[in-house]
């Protein structure tokens, strides 16, 4: 099956812009990955990818990705991004939301399959946001790093 990977780029930005978790979760495969490298997160299959986008839009009040480069090509596609909002509730055990705004770089890698994202992997300059959110860690425990999320 032959996947239109600029447009599933274009879809997968428009639902994480429109914060629609369904719209954004039905683009990816039952056995897909979700990695995001800056904090060490991978999540395996729907159910457990469903939740990080779900704690996207709960932890980063305002988000959005403005778009600064985009591409398709075969069973990959490419994003290279500003994400923006304030870091006002963290599901990072170790990480204290501080209501801060930020604007922080980044890119996202899409593997695809048969129509749908089978791989997701981000990377986020995740100093800037530190910096910029004024986010440092907390005395709470962290059960590894899979506690971790995008942003």
């Not at 399959?113 to 986020?124: E, F, Q, V, W």
């Amino acid at each position: 099956m032959t996947t239109d990977s600029s447009g599933m780029v274009k879809q997968y930005l428009a639902a994480w812009n429109s914060h629609d978790a369904e719209a954004l979760l039905a683009l990816f495969a039952d056995d897909c990955v979700y990695e995001d490298v800056s904090v060490g997160r991978l999540e395996h299959g729907k159910q457990r990818v469903g939740a990080l986008i779900k704690s996207v839009f709960v932890d980063l009040a305002d988000f959005r990705m403005e778009v600064k480069s985009a591409f398709g090509a075969g069973d990959w596609g490419a994003t290279e991004w500003t994400m923006t909002g304030r870091f006002v509730h963290s599901s990072v055990p170790s990480l204290a939301a501080t209501g801060k705004s930020f604007a922080v770089r980044g890119a996202t890698v899409l593997e695809l399959r048969n129509g749908k994202i089978r791989r997701n992997s981000d990377y986020l300059d995740l100093p800037a946001f530190l910096r910029q959110t004024g986010a440092r860690a907390t005395d709470r425990a962290t059960d590894g790093p899979g506690d971790a999320h995008r942003g």
